[in-house]
């Protein structure tokens, strides 16, 4: 189940040196620089484990690291992340059953000094936001660390194989997956320094300074200080509550994306999605020019709430747009079978005789994102409940500086929006982290205010009303 | 609360919100030579196609705004369709008892000129067959975007706007 051709990726290129793994004995033909879950889906392995009370089969939902359903037994070791984590010939992959426990064989690592890291400003996270923020602040004079825990940067650009709307100078008509190339580019022009497969698991005060300690491939500690820290963390995917959601084959949109877009696994061959906001539009899209049948999109809301532009590009391919209609329940024994949606009334009511089965194996999930905010929680951000942010989101300045002095937040972790936006948000946030370590110039600042004009121009028609609402509840002067 | 546009519910504009939302060129303006027209009818960030045209013909007051072409201006280049993040813009031009579509195609395989390709309107459904006379390759598209030319009969010209390539 690995796409070959692609109208605009090509996977032969992207495909490393093949390695074998083994699930459960069995020998699985897997490639270098794919993770563990991407290549059990190719194989046709969806049960990655099952639930400990209940017994019930579980499969990928977030596919970024996000969630925990992607959690198995990797050489003896429990609560791998799969989805993030590298494959390496000769694996031992098994599903958990029950609780799991650690090896009684192997004895943990000694404890030796970690490896400590310093810089001007520390980024957490590697996305359109973070790279933005880190290009800036190395551009004004500071040394930059980057860290993320994905195996490679670029966040969610990875899997944007479609072009980006906005100005042209903030990458319009260009693809996603273009532009983490070209950002990474930036990135390795000055420098900074980068590390991936690091989880950030805490964000501490340390006097003045911040101190980030992170994991390296699930077994190394280093400490990461810096005077200041810009947090972009992204988001995570949202769930909503029907019968039989955690089938296997009910996955995040983005989850579907990583999958055939960064690895080239087809997700399935028959599809429903939830939401018709532009990621289930795009999804859609790309689920076609994949050439995997989308049966259709289901939307609870009376219109489209992505922009018609998508819309229509997937209505001419002949996908159908249920607006008013939802998600009943996923059918199915091991794994998602079918999906029965049904009408909605103006109160939001089932109407009673509607309903309409779906043959699909694959159920997508793209009824929006919460911005991710453990770190800044941990640190004492101050945080308040924004519904138009997309939830819990760190109060902040206009320069993207939380309620702790020299702790920046930016992209889909202030709130969420799009990638345009994060970036201009990490741009913000980079230069201001820079002069906050005390190694900008001021007249930097002309650069911050620059980006804060785009991004009010941005944000000023009709689709940005809603985060300009929120922005009124978080933004303090 | 306002009214929801029927083509918010829908998903496609039908060709009487075309001609009150966007206006449609002169039959005139559509013999002399191909003409962009731009599907897009809701206010988003964005501005390549006004910013990517060589004649100006593509009238945006704010970046918000909607696209407006002059339809004089255009000299049919397509460099719009080319660079449309939306893949919004077409190109129409009535050549006999034909006109001539372009269109973005981001699906494999792409056709090549002189192929039968199956005609698609804005729901997908097949309308008839055309006869691919031009074809820009990615590699050659401004926009990263190939775009197909197909010739379809005159009373098709303001329905087909997708192609499907059918190969045994």
Redesign the interface.
């Known amino acids: 189940m690995r796409l070959t ?4 990726l090509n996977f032969e290129k992207i495909r490393k040196r093949e390695v074998t793994i083994y699930f459960e004995g069995q020998p699985i033909k897997a490639y270098e620089g794919e993770t563990i879950a991407m290549a059990l889906h190719a194989a046709g392995i969806r049960t990655l484990q099952h639930s400990i009370n209940k017994h019930r089969p579980r499969g990928l939902f977030c596919a970024i690291g996000k969630c925990s359903s992607c959690l198995m037994k990797v050489n003896g070791i429990p609560n791998v992340r799969t989805c993030i984590t590298l494959v390496e010939d000769g694996m031992q992959i098994e599903r958990q059953e029950e609780k799991p426990a650690l090896p009684k064989t192997t004895k943990p690592p000694k404890w030796k000094e970690p490896q400590r890291i310093e810089a001007d400003v520390v980024v957490i996270g590697g996305g359109p936001a973070g790279m933005m923020a880190a290009i800036n602040a190395s551009e004004a004079g500071a040394r930059v660390v980057l860290l993320d825990e994905n195996p490679m940067l670029g966040g969610q650009l990875v899997k944007q194989t ?7 100078e903030q990458f ?4 996603g997956i ?1 532009i983490a190339e070209i950002l990474q580019e930036e990135l390795k022009k000055r420098n900074v320094e980068v590390f991936l497969e690091t989880s950030a698991i805490m964000l501490l005060q340390d006097g003045e300074e911040k101190l980030v300690v992170g994991v390296r491939k699930n077994k190394e500690l280093i400490e990461f200080k810096g005077k200041t820290v810009v947090v972009a963390t992204g988001a995570m995917e949202r769930m909503i509550p029907f019968e039989g959601n955690d089938l296997p084959g009910v996955y995040g949109a983005g989850a579907i994306q990583t999958l055939m877009n960064t690895y080239g696994v087809k997700p399935g061959d028959r599809v429903l999605i939830v939401g ?1 906001g532009n990621v289930g539009l795009i999804l859609a899209y790309q689920l ?2 994949a050439g995997v049948k989308v049966e259709a999109i289901v939307e609870a809301m ?3 709430g992505g ?13 159908p ?1 249920l ?1 008013r209609h939802t998600i009943l329940r996923a059918e199915g024994k091991e794994k998602v079978e079918r999906a029965v949606v049904a009408q909605l009334d103006e109160n939001w009511n089932v109407i009673p005789g509607t309903e309409k089965v779906f043959e699909v194996d694959v159920i997508a999930l793209a009824v929006g994102l919460r911005p991710s905010i453990e770190l800044l929680h941990q640190a004492g951000c101050q945080i308040k409940y924004v519904p138009e942010l997309g939830g819990h989101v760190v109060i902040r300045d206009s320069r993207m500086e939380t309620t702790i002095k020299g702790i920046f937040v930016a992209g889909d972790s202030a709130g969420i929006e799009e990638a ?1 936006t994060a970036m201009l948000e990490g741009k913000i946030a980079g230069i201001a982290a820079a002069l906050s370590a005390g190694v900008a110039s001021p007249e930097w600042l002309k650069e911050i205010e620059k980006a804060q004009k785009e991004l009010d ?8 009303r809603k985060v300009l609402e929120g922005l009124k509840k978080v933004v303090i002067q | 609360m306002s009214e ?1 546009p029927r ?7 039908s060709v009487e919100e075309l001609k009150r939302y966007i206006g449609l060129p002169s039959e005139e303006r559509l013999r002399q030579r191909p003409v962009a027209v731009p ?10 196609c006004a ?2 045209c060589p004649t100006n013909a593509i009238l945006m007051e ?3 705004a909607t696209p407006k072409v002059d339809y004089e201006k255009c000299i049919g280049c397509s460099l719009c369709v080319q ?6 813009f077409f190109m129409i031009h009535y050549v006999g008892d034909k006109a001539r579509v372009t269109l973005p195609h ?3 395989p ?1 056709p090549n000129v002189g192929e039968e390709v199956v005609l ?6 097949e309308v008839g067959k055309g006869k691919v006379v031009t074809v820009v390759p990615r590699e050659k598209s401004r ?4 775009i197909v030319t197909v010739e379809v009969p005159l009373e098709l010209a303001w329905d087909v ?2 192609i499907k390539v059918v190969r045994e």
């Open positions: 051709e692609h109208p605009i479609h072009k980006f709307f906005g100005k042209r319009a008509g260009v693809r273009k018709a076609y020019q009376p219109k489209i922009y018609f532009v998508h819309a229509a590009k997937v209505r001419r391919l002949g996908i747009i607006t345009t121009e941005f944000r000023s028609g009709p689709f940005g | 929801i083509y918010l519910r829908e998903g496609y504009l599907e897009c009818p809701q206010e988003i960030p964005c501005t390549p910013e990517i704010h970046p918000n660079i449309c993040p939306g893949l919004a981001e699906i494999l792409v698609l309107n804005r729901v997908g459904e926009g990263d975007t190939p706007r997708a």
